[in-house]
C-alpha cells in the first residue's frame, strides 16, 4: 500500500514537470515573436545636390515703348496686342497730310531751283566771252559767278527740304525697332497722337533672351561666393553653376541660365541683395512681366543623407533611430540642414558613418526596444534620390 502511494506521488511530480517545461518554452517563444522586424539603413556618405528656390520676376532684353515723332491721327493698326513682331514692321499709321503736302512743296521747290541754276550758269556762259574781249567789265562775270553759287546752294537747301519732309511723312508709319511681342495698345482708330502724348502707343519686348529678377539674403550671398573659384567678383560669378527656372505653373523651363549681375548695394531693410539671370528664350515661350521661380543648385560631397520618414519631431527637435549591435534602438538628436535634397535630410550633427538607422515607424519605437534589424540597399532607399 505505501509503494503504491510512493509512485503516485512520483507520476505526480513528473507530470508536474513536464507541464512547466511546456510553459516556459511557450513564453520563450511568445517573447520572440514579439521581436517586430524593422527595416534599417546603414549611414554611408554620399553626393547631393541641394535647390534653392527663389521668386523672380521676368523681363524682356529689351522693353521698348514705341511713341509717334509727328502728330495726327492713327488711321491704321496694322498688329494687334501679342503679336510677335520683326525690326522694321509697321505697327500704326498716322494720319498726317501736312506732311505730304511738305514733301509735294519740297520737290516743286527743288525744280524751281533747279531752274534758277540753269539760268544763273547760263548767264556765266554768256558773259565770260564778253570778258574776255573786253566787252564788258570783269564785275558783269562776277556778279554772275555769284548769282550762280547762290543758286546751288538754294538747290542745295531745297533738296535738304525735301529730304527732312520725306522724313516726317515716314514718322506717319510708326515701325517696330527690333524683334518682339507687342504689349497693350490703349489707342484706337481716330486717336490723335503726338510725341508729348503721356502713353506710349504700344510697347515690344525683346524676348530672345530674358532676365530674371530676384533677391538673395546676405548669407547665402556670401556662401556661393566664398564657395566659388576666382579672384575678382566678377570672376566668382562666372564660376556659379548654371541656374534653372521654374515656371508660373511649375513646369521646369528647358534652357538654362546663368547669373550675370549682382546688385553692389545690400538693401538695409531686407538684408538681401538684387540679382539678375538671363536665360536664352529662342521660342518665345517666356514673356515679359511674368513670374517664374530661379532654382540655384548646391552640390554637396561626402554628406550623410536620411530618409525623411527616418526621423519624427518632438518639442521643436529632429530625433533618428539607431539600432546597436545588440538590437536595441536608441533615439538620437539630430541636426540637418534646412534645405532639403528631394525626400532626403542631410545630416549636419548626430550621425555619423556606419550608424545603423530604422526607416519607417521610428515615431512609436521607445529607447532600448528590441527589434530585428532587416538591412536595406542603399541603393534601392536612394533610388528617388532627386
Known amino acids: 500500500m505505501k509503494t503504491t502511494i510512493h509512485l503516485g506521488v512520483l507520476l505526480a511530480g513528473l507530470t508536474l514537470a513536464s507541464c512547466g517545461n511546456n510553459q516556459d518554452k511557450a513564453a520563450q517563444a511568445g517573447a520572440a515573436a514579439q521581436v517586430k522586424e524593422y527595416k534599417v539603413l546603414t549611414l554611408q556618405p554620399r553626393s547631393a545636390t541641394l535647390n534653392t528656390d527663389y521668386p523672380a520676376s521676368i523681363q524682356g532684353q529689351q522693353n521698348i515703348e514705341i511713341r509717334p515723332r509727328v502728330q495726327g491721327y492713327i488711321d491704321k493698326i496694322y498688329v494687334d496686342e501679342g503679336a510677335v513682331v520683326k525690326a522694321g514692321q509697321p505697327l500704326f499709321k498716322i494720319s498726317a ?55 546751288l546752294a538754294s538747290l542745295s537747301q ?67 561666393t566664398k ?16 541656374v534653372s527656372l521654374l515656371l508660373s505653373d511649375g513646369s521646369l523651363y528647358a534652357e538654362q541660365g546663368r547669373i550675370e549681375t549682382v546688385n553692389g548695394l545690400i538693401n538695409t531693410e531686407t538684408g538681401s541683395a538684387n540679382i539678375r539671370a538671363g536665360f536664352p528664350n529662342p521660342k518665345g515661350i517666356i514673356r515679359s512681366g511674368s513670374s517664374a521661380t530661379v532654382r540655384i543648385p548646391n552640390d554637396l560631397k561626402d554628406v550623410l543623407l536620411i530618409p525623411q520618414s527616418a526621423t519624427f519631431e518632438l518639442q521643436d527637435k529632429r530625433f533618428a533611430v539607431v539600432v546597436g549591435k545588440d538590437g536595441k534602438t536608441k533615439n538620437v538628436t539630430v541636426t540637418v540642414m534646412q534645405n532639403t535634397a528631394g525626400n532626403f535630410f542631410v545630416v549636419e ?11 519607417e515607424g521610428v515615431a512609436t519605437l521607445k529607447d532600448g526596444s528590441q527589434i530585428k534589424a532587416a538591412p536595406q540597399e542603399a541603393e534601392s532607399v536612394y533610388a528617388d534620390l532627386k
Open 97 to 151: 497730310p501736312e506732311y505730304e503736302q511738305e514733301v509735294r512743296t519740297a520737290a516743286a521747290s527743288i525744280k524751281s531751283a533747279q531752274a534758277e541754276v540753269s539760268a544763273a550758269k547760263l548767264a556765266v556762259n554768256k558773259v565770260r566771252p564778253l570778258v574776255e574781249k573786253d566787252i564788258v567789265s570783269k564785275y558783269e562775270l562776277e556778279s554772275a559767278q555769284y548769282t550762280y553759287q547762290s543758286a
Open 349 to 359: 550633427s548626430g550621425l555619423k558613418a556606419g550608424d545603423q538607422v530604422v526607416l
Open 227 to 242: 564657395d566659388s573659384s576666382g579672384t575678382s567678383f566678377a570672376q566668382k560669378i562666372a564660376k556659379l553653376p548654371k
Open 158 to 224: 531745297a533738296n535738304a527740304s525735301l529730304v527732312n519732309a520725306k522724313t516726317n511723312l515716314g514718322y506717319t508709319t510708326v515701325k517696330s525697332p527690333v524683334n518682339g511681342v507687342v504689349g497693350s495698345i490703349p489707342f484706337r482708330l481716330g486717336s490723335l497722337v503726338s510725341a508729348t502724348t503721356t502713353d506710349p502707343m504700344t510697347t515690344v519686348s525683346s524676348i530672345g533672351n530674358v532676365f530674371a529678377y530676384f533677391a538673395i539674403n546676405e548669407k547665402l550671398l556670401l556662401s556661393f
